[in-house]
């Protein structure tokens, strides 16, 4: 008798094949189509996506219930997409973060793209990447990262998502975005190619990048945007890298970071949120208060030195579950600016770094280690 059983290759290549051809085309009801493919592996290995999400969402409502213009916004980052052809596993997990997002209920005000959209600034990857981004219910706000930009020096992002540089303000709060990426120009003179430029950029240790600035002009464009704005308003600001120095052997770091602070001192409070550093990060540079993106694609680990007291670390990525220590998140924001941030761990319990922590320095609401024992 003939098996109607198909072979496990059979299935996946079938699998895979209405996969691709769905993302060519990504309309609502495809991507639904593709996003519930690409959600069948969380489920097979025994994860279920929506349920910790939302309850995080519940329990953060009534934190932020209260007198003033409280409200929240999701984010994504960091999903370095490669062209489809060559690695599908980080096309699945934004699929899966635009989806835990859009099963928001209520919806959050806005979504924040934390940088690092594509992995070599390739146009195919970029442009796979705004496809899947379209998906987003709620309004989408963009921020580059060095891995979108050092191919064609950011022509491709600004066609599809405009100036990397910008602000506004939503609910009493001013929102700025900054491209905390920019390089000095160490290629001309080693006379590198595009991608060898790209790929430096990429790269770790490898002593040829300078390190990343905010730069004099963008520093002169936000002491200009801010002067309309008193002391007192309450100030979130966007950068992919994070507006301190962390650790610079990996770019964990900003070199015009103080300069960058010295413009925001004279707020009472300021929130500063960036992409790049794939983990659990919180710090307080005075009336700074700083908190880190997960990453959809892997988590980075930490710094060998120099980490913030504040921060929450969680243990190291199961090897074994390519999607631990990865997520998405929410931010709730209070109406005196400050907020409690979410960490949508993929695989491990969600973790809310709350207001009351960095405001009381750490001796206040410090969150639980979001780390899986037996690894
Ligand atoms: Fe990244
Ligand atoms: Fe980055």
Redesign the pocket.
């Known amino acids: 008798m003939k098996s109607k059983v198909k072979s496990i290759e059979t299935k996946y290549r079938e699998e895979r094949q209405t996969f691709f051809q769905g993302l060519k085309n990504l309309d609502r009801r495809s991507f639904l189509k593709v996003a519930a493919a690409a959600m069948g592996a969380a489920v097979a290995s025994g994860i279920t996506p929506h349920h910790s999400f939302q309850s995080v969402a519940l329990a953060g409502g009534a934190i932020s219930a209260g007198k003033g213009a409280s409200f929240r916004f999701a984010y994504i980052?960091?999903s370095?997409l490669y062209e489809k052809k060559i690695n599908d596993r980080f096309v699945r997990s934004l699929l899966r973060a635009v989806e835990d997002i859009n099963n928001l209920d209520p919806q959050p005000d806005f979504v924040f793209y934390g940088?690092?959209l594509a992995q070599l600034g390739q146009p195919k990857e970029l442009e796979l990447g705004a496809r899947i981004l379209k998906n987003v219910k709620a309004p989408i706000k963009m921020m580059v990262?060095e891995?979108d930009w050092y191919l064609d020096m950011g022509r491709k992002w600004r066609e599809l998502f405009g100036e990397p540089t910008y602000s506004w303000d939503h609910k009493g709060v001013h929102f700025v975005v900054l491209n905390s990426v920019v390089e000095r120009d160490f290629w001309t003179a080693r006379k590198l190619t595009p991608m060898e430029r790209m790929m430096t950029v990429a790269g770790l240790d490898n002593g040829v990048q300078s390190p990343f600035t905010v730069g004099a002009p963008q520093r002169q464009w936000l002491r200009k945007d801010l002067s309309k704005y008193s002391n007192d308003t309450p100030l979130v600001v966007f950068s992919h890298s994070p507006l301190y120095k962390l650790y610079k052997n990996w770019n964990f770091w900003t070199d015009d970071a103080e300069e960058v602070q010295a413009i925001l001192k004279r707020f009472k409070r300021v929130v500063v949120i960036h992409?790049?550093t794939?983990q659990l990060l919180t710090n307080r540079i005075g009336n700074i208060h700083f908190h880190g993106l997960l990453?959809t694609?892997w988590p980075w680990p930490y710094a060998p030195e120099g980490m913030p007291e504040l921060t929450i670390e969680m243990n190291r990525p199961d090897p074994f579950n390519p999607n631990d220590g990865c997520g998405d998140g929410e931010v709730f924001v209070h109406p005196d600016g400050l907020v409690d941030k979410v960490y949508n761990l993929w695989n491990r319990k969600p973790i809310v770094v709350a207001k009351a922590y960095t405001e009381s320095w750490g001796k206040q609401a410090k969150p639980p280690k979001p780390n899986r024992a037996g690894y």
């Open positions: 980052s960091d370095h940088g690092d990262g891995h992409g790049h794939h990453s694609a």
